[in-house]
């Protein structure tokens, strides 16, 4: 009976083929021990000398890496392996030998992996964060589908900037000039107006000079946005989402933790609520923790946010940062004007910023007066101030990073191995 390594629980005692890729492989005179990947997962594959044909064992000593076949035995549980099953092959039939396959179980350089990104996805490593990458996108339409959400497609070419103008891809598009979307908030705002809670789940574009292990120039981003909501409500909503996805990668992905050697107390530790400091009170406690030259009205970079979560076990929200230093659209404290009802999400054990939120203005008057500010001039934004125009309502959301997610969750250095085909500042290959 043809199956996949997944399903191989179903099947124990029984004899079983497999279509697979041989991924490593251990032999002497009278055994061999082929590592077996088929997508779904990772098996050994054991040939006894004694028990197949010759044929079969000189077949099974002789398979390179990568070579494709099939592979037909029985299956046993085998409590050693993390696994939990092997198969007792016998026989096997190839069906396209690899030679001289780049990536060997040997080290290999940043680069060279980079380079070989197509092939380096085969590994067992690359394969974990791929599948906890997937849960998480599972994990986050069902959370915003049990939740009463829309899922709206905002557009990816644009004539307006959302995220300011210094960051955008250009592109013609026929006589005008447009850009590709960095972030779908100001359609999303639309779609609040017209379905109350909406999310999109989408490609972003970043053009960033930016070269650190938290900034890709293409990742995907998750924007959901509430009408008839505030910016304390948008927190909630935040926390129990994030506690949804970590529980649900916890939940479903424990062979791939396991892989990857995730700390799992850290993320047990990952429910709401989550707690919150002030922008004031996080420039109290850097200058506490040695950073004393940092000044109010300041952004935070990296270290600053890498030492502002150590003091904590959970994420945690900064908010009310300064107008100045963010988004022309965000709403300011009624109390306090100088600062804005927003919050980033820092995720603990350095990851950083994994969202970004805020109240938005839905006052007319106000979004007119930021428009000129920022020089928001033309027709390109002429829609987004309407909204502002028919039964404004209060309205918050924010956008959670996928990439900067699924590192944090996974435990992995760099955003580059989150997403299948990294587009960095140097690489657009393969
Ligand atoms: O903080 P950002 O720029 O917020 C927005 O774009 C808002 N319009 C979202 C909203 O309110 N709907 O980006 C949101 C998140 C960040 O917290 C970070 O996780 C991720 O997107 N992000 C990046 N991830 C990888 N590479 C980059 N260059 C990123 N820039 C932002
Ligand atoms: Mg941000």
Same mark, same amino acid.
């Given at each position: ?19 697979? $890729? ?8 009278? @055994? ?17 000398? =004694?028990?197949?044909?010759?044929? /079969? ?59 070989? #990104? ?5 590994? &067992? &490593?690359?394969?974990? @964060?791929?599948?906890? #990458? ?16 829309? &899922? !709206? ?55 960033? &000079?930016? *070269? ?41 992905? *424990? ?10 107390? *850290? ?8 707690? #919150?400091?002030?922008? +004031? +009170?996080?420039? *109290? ?23 502002? =979560? ?7 929200? @900064?908010?009310?940062?300064?107008? =100045? !230093? ?28 994994? @969202? ?20 928001? /001039?033309?027709?390109?934004?002429? $829609? ?11 309205? =918050? ?34």
């Amino acid at each position: 009976m043809k199956t996949t390594i997944d399903q191989v629980s179903n099947h124990v005692g029984k004899e079983v083929t497999i279509g697979a $890729w041989l991924s490593n492989k251990r032999s002497s005179g009278k @055994i061999a021990f082929l590592q077996l990947r088929d997508g779904t997962g990772f098996i050994q594959g054991v040939v006894v000398k =004694a028990e197949v044909s010759e044929d /079969t064992f000189q077949a099974a000593k002789s398979l390179t890496q990568e070579t494709s076949l099939y592979v037909t035995g029985t299956v046993a549980e085998d409590t050693r392996s993390p696994f939990g099953y092997e198969l007792q092959v016998h026989s096997l039939e190839v069906i396209h030998e690899a030679v001289d396959f780049p990536i060997t179980p040997k080290e290999h350089g940043t680069e060279f992996l980079m380079d070989h #990104r197509h092939l380096w996805l085969r590994s &067992k &490593k690359q394969h974990a @964060i791929m599948k906890i #990458r997937n849960e998480i996108i599972r994990a986050t339409y069902n959370y915003f589908n049990e939740s009463g959400y829309v &899922k !709206i497609d905002p557009p990816i070419l644009t004539g307006s900037a959302a995220e300011g103008t210094t960051e955008l891809f250009h592109t013609q598009y026929f006589e005008e000039e447009a850009y590709l979307s960095q972030s779908g908030q100001l359609y999303m705002e639309a779609a609040a107006m017209a379905f109350g809670k909406v999310f999109s789940f989408g490609p972003t574009f970043r053009a960033e &000079k930016s *070269k650190t292990r938290r900034h890709l120039i293409e990742f995907w981003m998750i924007e959901p946005e509430m009408a008839f909501m505030d910016h304390e409500e948008s927190l909630q909503v935040q926390e129990q989402y994030v506690s949804y996805i970590v529980q649900s990668v916890l939940d479903n992905c *424990k062979l791939e933790l396991n892989t990857l050697d995730r700390d799992l107390t *850290k993320l047990e530790a990952i429910k709401a609520p989550f707690p #919150r400091i002030t922008y +004031d +009170d996080a420039i *109290k406690l850097l200058k506490e923790k040695g950073f004393e030259d940092i000044e109010w009205g300041e952004d935070f970079g990296a270290p600053h946010e890498t030492a502002i =979560a150590e003091s904590f076990e959970k994420p945690v929200f @900064i908010t009310h940062y300064p107008a =100045a !230093i963010k988004a022309f659209y965000m709403k300011p404290d009624p109390e306090r004007p100088e600062v804005v009802l927003c919050a980033d999400l820092i995720a603990p054990e350095g990851y950083g910023e994994v @969202i970004g939120g805020s109240q938005r203005i839905d006052d007319l008057e106000l979004m007119e007066q930021r428009y000129k500010e920022h020089n928001l /001039t033309g027709d390109a934004y002429q $829609w987004y101030l309407e909204l502002r125009k028919y039964g404004s309502v209060p309205h =918050a959301g924010f956008g959670l990073g996928l990439e900067r997610t699924v590192a944090w969750i996974s435990g992995v250095e760099h955003v580059r191995e989150t997403i299948p085909f990294p587009r960095l500042l140097n690489r657009l290959y393969p």
